[in-house]
């Protein structure tokens, strides 16, 4: 209660005006009167002297004003800021994914986003799907864009993109590219994949372990170009996300491997803290990604 009559007198003391005062407070102006009175009352002071005008600041009252002031300032421009955060005048995202989830699956979207909230700072962090849930749960990043499927007790999850598989060669296997083969008629091949600890790998060995098979890659990379190029010039099968080849594959660079069976489509989600809230910027973003993949 004392807060409210502090506000009252602090705000009467800018306007100079009970009846301004009160229209900025949204309030009566016997209620400014009433409020300033008993203020005047608790102090043992007198803070206002009546004028033509409105009103003036006593002694008192001035040096009552200038300790108050700046904490009623301080408030104001919270408010301000607070008004700001909410029209996405300002904030900021930090995101979480893999070198190739980001550049070929987020990038676009960042700068769509950007584009209508520029004053919105969006910041990437690279790692593993386990470095991005750790970097999560300790609060690290705002979002986490991950392979799925994934079984995390703390964390919220929403689906965000379908992706295929595919399996791709060079000119040097191109003939390939012209039979269908069997996986186990693959493995006759050298096999280029990403390392072990990766989501695609773990995805490549249960595509042969479907099959009663085990497949243990001839060359392991740790970048979608570095899979691309060894593919190129001929260093043997490469398996990968067909959205990123569209392009060598449109152009003659790369073909792919026709299978005997079909690869299941693989999802990436969007992946947040649970029962922990997004910042306005952040649940604003994550809306602009679900709705674009929709």
Do not use: W
Request: one cysteine or more.
């Amino acid at each position: 209660m004392q807060l409210d009559l502090y506000r009252v007198f602090y705000v009467t003391a800018m306007e100079k005006n009970f009846s301004k005062a009160a229209k900025k407070l949204y309030i009566t102006q016997p209620s400014v009167s009433h409020a300033i009175k008993q203020l005047e009352e608790s102090l043992g002071i007198q803070l206002f002297v009546r004028t033509s005008k409105g009103v003036t600041m006593t002694h008192e009252g001035e040096t009552l004003f200038g300790y108050i002031s700046p904490a009623f300032g301080l408030i104001d421009n919270a408010e301000r800021k607070i008004s700001e955060i909410k029209s996405l005048k300002c904030g900021h995202v930090t995101i979480g994914g893999s070198d190739s989830t980001c550049k070929h699956f987020l990038l676009p979207h960042i700068q769509t986003f950007q584009d209508m909230f520029p004053e919105i700072q969006i910041k990437l962090q690279h790692g593993s799907t386990p470095k991005i849930l750790d970097k999560l749960t300790k609060g690290l990043i705002d979002i986490g864009v991950i392979h799925l499927p994934i079984d995390h007790s703390q964390i919220t999850l929403t689906e965000f993109l379908s992706i295929s598989s595919t399996f791709i060669v060079g000119e040097k296997y191109k003939n390939l590219a012209n039979n269908h083969l069997s996986l186990e008629e693959m493995l006759n091949y050298p096999i280029i994949s990403f390392s072990e600890t990766s989501s695609s790998r773990r995805f490549l060995n249960q595509l042969f372990q479907k099959q009663g098979l085990n497949v243990k890659p001839d060359i392991e990379v740790g970048s979608v170009e570095l899979l691309i190029e060894c593919a190129k010039i001929g260093m043997g099968i490469a398996f990968v996300t067909k959205e990123l080849v569209l392009k060598e594959l449109s152009e003659g660079e790369l073909f792919e491997v026709c299978l005997n069976e079909k690869i299941e489509n693989r999802k990436i989600g969007l992946i947040t803290r649970k029962e922990i809230p997004l910042s306005v910027a952040a649940n604003k973003f994550i809306k602009h990604l679900v709705e674009i993949s929709h």
